[in-house]
């Protein structure tokens, strides 16, 4: 494979994966966010706070990605036993099968000379029905569905444990006094950026995302700062 076709694959599978990039960096930020405060708000030493969050974070990672997963693989399952259901319903009644399609078709804005053609067609072999249900179902289906759930769930794992690290690196580099307000200002950040990711996914206010994503990790937050508190 050339490096152009290589570079175009990773696109496209991001682009398929793009809400679970989102959703595994709000909960890795939010999550490590609140362990990584609770625990400095406790220790002595930054230490303390590398080695739980960046556990913690990859702890977290592999859960979601294994979830992420199990997930798709579950819904596509059900998808196939529900293709199964509609043929095996077809086969039982073939021409209740045709009149529910032709009652679908008269909703649909076709004109009544395509619906009769196709009415024609179907009567002679209503076994095609499953199939063309099946076909209009795949085509609603967005690229991110059709992808395997192997792409998802590592694209699921590398945003997560990116998200979940993002709070645990200022006690890396910097003293703990330091790291603490670096820390904030470049969650919050992330936090804004996806805020605005959620809004693009949902269709929703970017603002009221926003204020959302915000205040959920606030809470989360203040949560693990006040757990901290009084454990230490």
Same mark, same amino acid.
């Given at each position: 494979?050339?490096?152009?076709?290589?570079?175009?694959?990773?696109?496209?599978?991001?682009?398929?994966?793009?809400?679970?990039?989102?959703?595994g960096?709000?909960?890795?930020t939010v999550?490590i966010l =609140?362990?990584?405060?609770?625990?400095?708000?406790?220790?002595?030493?930054?230490?303390a706070?590398?080695?739980?969050?960046?556990t913690?974070?990859?702890?977290?990672?592999v859960?979601?990605?294994?979830?992420?997963?199990?997930?798709?693989e579950?819904?596509r399952?059900?998808?196939e036993?529900?293709?199964?259901?509609?043929i095996?319903?077809?086969?039982?009644?073939?021409?209740?099968?045709?009149?529910?399609?032709?009652?679908?078709?008269?909703?649909?804005?076709l004109?009544?000379?395509?619906?009769?053609?196709?009415?024609a067609?179907?009567?002679?072999?209503?076994?095609?029905?499953?199939?063309l249900?099946?076909?209009?179902?795949?085509?609603?289906?967005?690229?991110?569905?059709?992808?395997s759930?192997v792409i998802?769930?590592?694209?699921?794992?590398l945003s997560?444990l990116?998200a979940g690290?993002?709070?645990?690196?200022?006690?890396?580099?910097f003293?703990?006094?330091?790291?603490?307000?670096?820390c904030?200002?470049?969650?919050a950040?992330?936090l804004?950026?996806?805020?605005?990711?959620?809004a693009?996914?949902?269709?929703?206010?970017?603002?009221?995302?926003?204020?959302?994503?915000?205040?959920?990790?606030?809470?989360?937050?203040?949560? =693990?700062?006040?757990?901290?508190?009084?454990?230490?």
């Amino acid at each position: 494979m050339s490096e152009g076709s290589f570079i175009s694959c990773i696109k496209q599978s991001l682009a398929a994966s793009y809400g679970e990039v989102v959703f595994g960096m709000s909960d890795g930020t939010v999550s490590i966010l =609140g362990l990584v405060l609770g625990v400095a708000a406790g220790a002595d030493s930054a230490d303390a706070v590398v080695l739980a969050g960046a556990t913690g974070a990859i702890a977290a990672s592999v859960s979601m990605m294994a979830g992420c997963f199990m997930e798709i693989e579950s819904e596509r399952d059900e998808e196939e036993e529900e293709n199964q259901e509609r043929i095996a319903a077809i086969n039982k009644n073939p021409e209740g099968a045709v009149s529910d399609l032709m009652g679908l078709l008269q909703n649909s804005g076709l004109s009544q000379q395509t619906i009769n053609f196709i009415h024609a067609d179907i009567s002679k072999n209503p076994a095609t029905i499953s199939g063309l249900e099946i076909a209009i179902a795949a085509s609603q289906k967005t690229i991110g569905q059709k992808t395997s759930p192997v792409i998802h769930s590592i694209w699921m794992f590398l945003s997560d444990l990116f998200a979940g690290l993002t709070p645990v690196i200022p006690f890396v580099l910097f003293p703990m006094h330091t790291a603490w307000i670096i820390c904030i200002v470049v969650t919050a950040i992330l936090l804004l950026l996806l805020g605005i990711g959620r809004a693009r996914i949902s269709n929703r206010s970017p603002v009221r995302t926003v204020m959302e994503t915000m205040g959920i990790a606030l809470a989360a937050a203040l949560a =693990g700062v006040f757990v901290g508190m009084m454990l230490s």
